[in-house]
């Protein structure tokens, strides 16, 4: 018996649980080593006494564990150790009783928690601290974006503004050139020359005024049932001319006609914009050809040609606004990367699409997909 109560020492001693026994009156009678390491000595003294107990409403639970035998569990309560350092427990609490089964006084078993109470702790400090820099991120950031989209607006502002006081200038230039010629002998060549000059100018303003009113969602289609078939007829007529400087030939079969719902206007633009391009990146007595094809209630144009190419690297980006292709510097092409970009939206606006295939030096094919209408 001796050695087994000897033995039975060791262990509460040795544990690391810090163990406390109460009598029936609530007075602490016995305490482990262990509870040394958490806690002041409290021998003897009743727990009604004791700030810890009352502070964290335990007297109440170890009168009811004494008068009525009901065990409890309290976590994460808060004490100071005997160098004044925060620590945090959790008990649990049970009856003992004799041989009557009269509960004689109470057993209270406490773990050390501090480390995972304060890592606790410290992370919730570091998620307010987050969740504060997000919120202020999140404020800087709505303020950039409102800076943003107010130099947005003045930047379209300026566009719009810029095109039309740059395009009423030029076509009173443009009117006067055109008198001067009339009334002028010679020197036709260089009225010409000008007046493709001026052209292009009127182009790039005309393509910038669009491109504006198209991003700031103002640009609205004319619909009305049209012919795709003479209005590409049409096209390609009025670029005869131009391809005819570069001796460009084009080919087209006339087809029977292709009711679409559409903008004339628009479509016009978009192929003329394409043919444009195929002369303009075509080479010097090349050849355009131009295709329909009917394919499950969509018309499919193509424009082939078989002039620079476009390298595979920028194919992905042809239609993206102010995109061009370094083969364009190589060339020494003039543009502005704006016309391809109007061409999709112009494609999309009519529910169609338009890709591109191209082989460097070899040339390229640009498809328009538009729905037709059905009879
Ligand atoms: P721009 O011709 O004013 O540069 P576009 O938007 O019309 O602008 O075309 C974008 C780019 O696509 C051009 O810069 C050119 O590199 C390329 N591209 C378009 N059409 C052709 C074509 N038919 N052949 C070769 N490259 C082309």
Redesign the pocket.
């Known amino acids: 018996m001796k050695e087994l109560n000897i033995l039975n020492g060791k262990i509460i001693n040795n544990a690391p649980i810090s163990i406390i026994v109460l009598n029936k009156k609530g007075d602490i009678v016995f305490t482990n080593s262990y509870f040394k390491k958490l806690s002041k000595p409290l021998v003897s003294k009743n727990i009604s006494q004791i700030p810890f107990f009352v502070r964290e409403g335990l007297v109440h639970l170890y009168g009811r564990l004494l008068s009525e035998g009901k065990s409890f569990k309290k976590e994460k309560c808060y004490t100071t150790n005997s160098e004044g350092k925060p620590v945090y427990i959790d008990i649990v609490a049970v009856p003992i009783k004799d041989s009557d089964g009269e509960i004689e006084s109470a057993l209270s078993m406490a773990v050390d928690v501090t480390k995972e109470v304060l890592t606790e702790l410290e992370l919730s400090r570091l998620n307010d601290q987050l969740e504060e820099k997000v919120q202020e991120r999140t404020t800087q950031l709505g303020k950039i974006n409102e800076k943003l989209n107010s130099y947005l607006k003045l930047k379209s502002e300026f566009i719009a503004d810029a095109s039309h006081e740059l395009r009423t200038p030029l076509s009173i230039i443009k009117l006067r050139l055109e008198l001067l010629e009339r009334e002028s002998r010679g020197g036709v060549e260089t009225f010409e020359e000008i007046n493709e000059e001026i052209n292009k100018i009127t182009e790039i303003l005309s393509n910038l005024t669009l491109i504006n009113s198209i991003e700031e969602k103002k640009e609205k289609l004319n619909l009305a049932k049209t012919d795709l078939e003479k209005l590409i007829f049409k096209t390609i007529k009025r670029m005869r001319i131009l391809a005819e400087n570069k001796k460009i030939k084009i080919a087209y079969d006339r087809n029977k006609e292709i009711p679409v719902k559409g903008d004339f206007e628009k479509l016009e633009r978009l192929f003329v914009?394409i043919i444009k391009?195929?002369i303009?990146?075509g080479k010097e007595g090349g050849w355009i050809k131009v295709k329909i094809l009917i394919q499950n209630n969509f018309a499919l144009v193509s424009v082939s040609?078989n002039?620079?190419?476009?390298p595979k690297k920028?194919l992905p980006h042809?239609f993206d606004r102010f995109?061009?292709?370094d083969?364009?510097i190589k060339y020494g092409k003039s543009?502005?990367?704006?016309?391809?970009?109007i061409c999709k939206w112009i494609a999309e606006q009519h529910k169609g699409s338009i890709y591109a295939k191209?082989s460097l030096d070899k040339g390229?094919t640009f498809v328009v997909k538009l729905p037709i209408v059905k009879r």
Not at 307 to 310: A, D, L, P, S
Not at 335 to 341: D, I, K, M, V
């Open positions: 914009n391009n195929a303009k990146y040609d002039g620079i190419g476009i920028d042809i995109y061009r292709s083969m364009c543009g502005f990367g704006l016309g391809l970009a191209s390229s």
